[in-house]
């Protein structure tokens, strides 16, 4: 569930950033945050949390990088899970 789940919520949040959306881009990077923190507790959650305070405070200006490096991090965490599960 958290493999399927943890793609949508990224492909949800990069159209957040698109569309300038403070409130969702804070609440699904809290989300991806909690749904990562028992994979891969850092640097992974420190780049969502950074994500998160930003969209709370509606800083959102060059914020496609960081979400570039959590969208590799989630990625790369995903698939040690599913290398795990296969195993």
């Given at each position: 569930?958290?493999?399927?789940?943890?793609?949508?919520?990224?492909?949800?949040?990069?159209?957040?950033?698109?569309?300038?959306?403070?409130?969702?881009?804070?609440?699904?990077?809290?989300?991806?945050?909690?749904?990562?923190?028992?994979?891969?507790?850092?640097?992974?959650?420190?780049?969502?949390?950074?994500?998160?305070?930003?969209?709370?405070?509606?800083?959102?200006?060059g914020l496609e990088p960081v979400f570039e490096r959590l969208?590799?991090?989630?990625?790369?965490?995903?698939n040690e899970l599913r290398q795990s599960q296969c195993r």
């Open positions: 569930a958290v493999l399927e789940e943890c793609t949508t919520l990224l492909d949800q949040l990069r159209q957040a950033i698109s569309d300038q959306n403070a409130e969702t881009i804070h609440r699904l990077a809290h989300t991806i945050k909690g749904a990562m923190r028992t994979f891969e507790p850092e640097p992974l959650t420190e780049v969502a949390w950074e994500i998160e305070q930003r969209g709370s405070e509606g800083k959102l200006d969208s590799s991090l989630v990625n790369q965490a995903l």
